[in-house]
């Protein structure tokens, strides 16, 4: 390996270190996160505490009457006395509405198929009626099985969360009422609304006094709205209430092939108020708390597909939390989040909400203004990499999927324009190898001229000395291979995370966004760091790869005597990628497989234009004329004569 190829991996290394400097938080930061971590929610303090001791109250009394029958007048209560009892206790005017059964109400949109419960009158089911899991199964994106979405506020000095009451359903549209099922589609929408009354008497409710849930839905949308009104609840809730609490957490269920790329590529993003986009650790579990913070959405993200919960206005002070339960098959990880709704019951009649629950693709999800598309992962801390994900893959993928092309084959069109796009590049590359070969005798004699290594100074003037004479720039073989490294990354980042490549068979491969397998261990036997499985892709770019690092390494004439330790590290860095890439996309296997075979065309061709007898003559040539020299050495050169110094020739 010589000189050149080592400045260029220096130069890697050294952007990579540099990169992660920059990314690296400060010591304010730190403190900042540390601070955070180890607070707890502080909003209304006060109120917090009450509960507390309220719900511990409450346990208490649950608990005696366990013990001992209630009586009064000398006789024992039936069950449901000691129910409205213990209710009323608990939930005050809400109490009645603690006592029901639920009943699910379905709608089912060109998209969606979701299922509302009245209790806690929320969504409690969702289907991607488009997509299937892996093994062919219906889509469910949220289930009540482990779901809990409610408000929380005060009233009469009470608790109450909207999630354990049970709500009345009612269509807006005289049309639809008394369906328990209703269709929509296209351009057209449909409302259906719950309601939660107050008790008026210990058995009956008060019409007039209520809390509403209004779900708009429309035929072709992913998004919905969501409006939260209130009734006559001036007097029923707490007068001091300054905001809601919204609760929502769910168990994220597996959906994909590969249970450990899901795992790496879900977490939970969130919007700050008029700023950036951020979200949790996708490798370990996270919890944050926002003190004095606001967010515009926060998002349940997996690895192709969102549910998403967007602000009117915005949410303040975040707690979010994201957890892994050892042991659970069949699970991916719990999403927990809990928000502020900013509310005053004297002025505030209706809180306005957005719900996204769909897939992760780049113009769906941007057409909504909100950057929720920010949550694929297409390079976004580095420009050039967003770019080129953004203004070319995206484009070229969008394109010819319409045309219902094969994405195999959209992935071979994609590689080779980028390898045309590129040529320039690696004809200067190689040129520049070239170059070098041509020039190795003279190094050589150089290195026999000056071998010991108190001469290592003068042998490197000599060195840049000979590259000078001879035209040839040392680092013109380093400068195209980094501006290529933001393709290669982009790539990395793209391909796993790409819906268009979700369940699209190629070849063998049954799933292109998934690893692609002709053999499983038999008896559950997994090679440490490898997997169960044998990829094909990945086994075919691996060799690729090794050729590719041998032609490299004939291409710029370097020796095994020179740097052995170096040389094999090139050779290994392949066989880890095997590693690496054995339960990753496919695709993206399959993308550097063809990015490697066209290098192998391109440098064909290349040899076949470039003679290097006549680039030796040019060298030759070029070392014989004089050495122009620039204007700012020559301005150097008069002030030393001006100052008396006799410059050398």
């Known amino acids: 390996m010589n000189k050149n190829t080592i400045i260029g991996l220096v130069l890697i290394f050294g952007i990579f270190i540099l990169y992660s400097y920059l990314m690296t938080p400060s010591q304010d930061q730190l403190m900042r996160q540390k601070r955070t971590s180890d607070s707890i929610w502080q909003v209304n303090q006060f109120r917090r505490d009450s509960t507390i001791r309220a719900n511990a109250r409450l346990r208490a009394l649950e608990a005696a009457r366990e013990k001992q029958k209630i009586t009064e007048s000398g006789q024992t209560l039936d069950s449901l006395t000691i129910l409205r009892i213990t209710l009323k206790d608990e939930l ?76 009345q359903p009612f269509w807006p549209d005289p049309a639809n009422q008394g369906k328990n099922e209703v269709k929509v589609s296209g351009n057209d929408s449909v409302q259906m609304g719950m309601r939660v009354y107050i008790a008026s008497t210990d058995s009956s409710f008060d019409t007039g006094k209520y809390i509403e849930f209004l779900y708009t839905i429309r035929g072709n949308e992913y998004m919905m709205h969501y409006q939260v009104k209130f009734h006559g609840m001036e007097e029923v809730m707490d007068p001091s209430t300054k905001y809601l609490v919204l ?16 795992h790496m590529n879900t977490t ?107 949550q694929i992962p297409l390079g976004w801390s580095f420009f050039l990499m967003a770019w080129i994900n953004i203004y070319a893959v995206i484009p070229v993928f969008t394109f010819f999927g319409n045309l219902g092309w094969n994405y195999g084959i959209i992935i071979l069109i994609l590689t080779i324009l980028l390898k045309i796009v590129l040529f320039p590049i ?33 042998k490197q003037q000599a060195t840049m000395d000979l590259y000078k004479k001879a035209g040839v720039n040392p680092m013109a073989g380093c400068i195209p291979l ?3 490294m933001p393709i290669l990354i982009a790539m990395f980042r793209f391909f796993p995370s790409s819906i268009e490549l979700r369940q699209q068979a190629f ?24 997997g169960d499985h044998v990829s094909l892709f990945a086994l075919l770019m691996t060799i690729s790869s090794v050729i590719y690092t041998r032609i490299n390494d004939q291409m710029m004439g370097s020796s095994q005597q020179q740097m052995p330790g170096m040389k094999t590290m090139m050779y290994l860095m392949p066989v880890m990628f095997l590693f690496w890439f054995n339960d990753y996309s496919s695709g993206l296997s399959y993308y550097y497989l063809l990015a490697n075979l066209l290098t192998f ?49």
């Open 426 to 458: 690696a004809f200067k590359t190689y040129k520049s190898s070239a170059k070098m070969r041509v020039l190795k005798p003279d190094i050589d004699e150089l290195n026999k001229k000056f071998p010991k290594k108190e001469d290592a100074m003068k």
């Open 268 to 374: 939970l993003y969130y919007h700050f108020f008029e700023d950036k986009v951020d979200y949790l650790s996708e490798t370990k579990d996270e919890e944050k708390y926002l003190k004095n913070e606001k967010i515009k959405w926060f998002s349940f993200k997996q690895q192709f597909f969102s549910s998403t919960l967007i602000a009117g206005d915005y949410f303040s002070e975040p707690r979010i939390k994201t957890v892994t339960l050892p042991g659970k098959r069949n699970y991916v990880k719990t999403m927990l989040a809990e928000v502020g709704i900013p509310f005053d019951p004297k002025i505030n009649k209706e809180v306005s909400m957005s719900m996204y629950f769909g897939p992760n693709k780049y113009y769906g999800l941007k057409k909504y203004n909100l950057n929720l598309e920010r």
């Open 247 to 262: 609760n929502w957490s769910d168990n994220l269920k597996q959906v994909e092939r590969s249970l450990k790329m899901e």
């Open 507 to 530: 070849l063998w491969a049954k799933d292109l966004s998934s690893y692609d397998s002709i053999w499983n261990f038999p008896g559950g036997f997994t090679i440490p760091w490898y």
């Open 92 to 167: 005050g005017a809400f109490a009645n509405a603690a006592v029901g059964k639920d009943s699910t109400i379905i709608i089912e949109s060109d998209h969606l198929k979701l299922n509302f419960t009245t209790l806690g009158g929320k969504i409690g089911k969702v289907e991607l009626k488009d997509y299937l899991t892996w093994d062919k199964k219906p889509l469910i994106l949220m289930d009540k099985d482990s779901l809990r979405f409610g408000l929380s506020f005060f009233a009469g000095n009470r608790l109450i969360n909207t999630d354990r009451l049970y709500f």
């Open 601 to 649: 065309a391109q440098i064909y061709i290349i040899r076949a234009t470039i003679d290097e007898r006549k680039l030796h003559a040019q060298i030759e040539a070029n070392r014989k004329k004089p050495v122009k020299k620039s204007g700012f050495q020559k301005r150097l050169e008069q002030m030393a004569k001006s100052g008396g110094y006799q410059v050398k020739k």
């Open 482 to 484: 980094l501006l290529q």
